[in-house]
């Protein structure tokens, strides 16, 4: 393959706010008290079943829009096969399982499962599945993109507030930064299964996505605000800040680097399994 070959669309790590770059000491201890949570209580009132359900659907869209791209018309009922064995939430949820149970401590199950577990958490908890999912039609997700440049473009309180919440919690680099390494996946992908006429070097394959970072960047921007602000718009600025305000505890920190670890290892996983299971259809169109 002789030209670049572009992802079609930015990955966008987790449901969650995410705490920065913090990182659990895996294994360390934490305090029990009178009751145990199980990492199973924590993945059930954080919903993570129903989230990865749209995940893998958001993944599957995006695997069957590369036949267009890059093997038009040769995929077939043998692509739809691939994309659906590589994106299931079988296969997914796992991964999230796994990056929680390294980076949590007992105590910081216990703080998570408290917080997401009081009438605040749940209605976060549900506001932010329900816009993932709703986001999934992109006649509601254009509208609300619309919506958020309204607001943004008004300079409202609460556009204000978001863009507040996205930079305390660094959710655009840490965004970015997802996509980037789930497009640089994908590329390892092609080359591991001789999509492309020469084999690219490592150096050249990460030149090629860091060209992307504008574009990443900026959808990431927008799709980040309209979901935020979708999610969100029922919770007063009080319960907002409650919210933060947790986010940015040890627990808070921990729970959210964990999950972007998690949804990290989904993303790249499944875009390299796209780019090698899409580099045998290439090659045979090739021939």
């Known amino acids: 393959m002789n030209k670049k070959t572009r992802i079609a669309a930015t990955f966008l790590l987790g449901i969650a706010l995410a ?52 093997f ?79 607001l943004i473009a008004a300079e409202s309180p609460r556009a204000v507030m978001i863009d507040q919440l996205i930079e305390t919690l660094d959710l655009i680099s840490t965004n970015v930064s997802g996509g980037m390494n789930a497009n640089f996946a994908f590329y390892r992908g092609l080359a591991d299964g001789g999509a492309m006429a020469r084999r690219l070097a490592e150096g050249e394959m990460l030149a090629m996505v860091r060209e992307q970072e504008p574009e990443i960047r900026k959808a990431t921007e927008t799709w980040l605000r309209a979901y935020l602000m979708m999610a969100y718009r029922p919770f007063t600025d009080g319960e907002l800040a409650t919210y933060v305000d947790f986010a940015q505890t040890d627990a808070g920190k921990r729970y959210n680097a964990a999950m972007f670890e998690g949804f990290g290892r989904v993303f790249e996983s499944t875009s390299y399994d796209l780019g090698r299971a899409a580099a045998r259809y290439m090659v045979s169109t090739d021939i």
């Open 19 to 70: 705490g920065g770059a913090a990182r659990a000491e895996t294994g360390a201890a934490g305090a029990v008290e009178s009751r145990t949570i199980e990492q199973a209580d924590l993945l059930a009132v954080t919903q993570i079943g129903s989230l990865m359900q749209i995940v893998a659907t958001e993944g599957a869209r995006h695997g069957l829009s590369l036949e267009r791209s890059l």
């Open 72 to 150: 038009p018309g040769r995929g077939g009922e043998g692509w739809r096969r691939e994309v659906a064995r590589i994106q299931t939430p079988e296969r997914l949820t796992p991964l999230i399982r796994a990056s929680i149970g390294e980076m949590l401590r007992p105590a910081d199950l216990e703080d998570a499962h408290d917080f997401y577990s009081s009438d605040l958490g749940q209605r976060i908890i549900g506001r932010e599945v329900y816009a993932r999912r709703q986001m999934l039609d992109g006649d509601v997700e254009a509208k609300a993109k619309q919506a958020s440049a309204t």
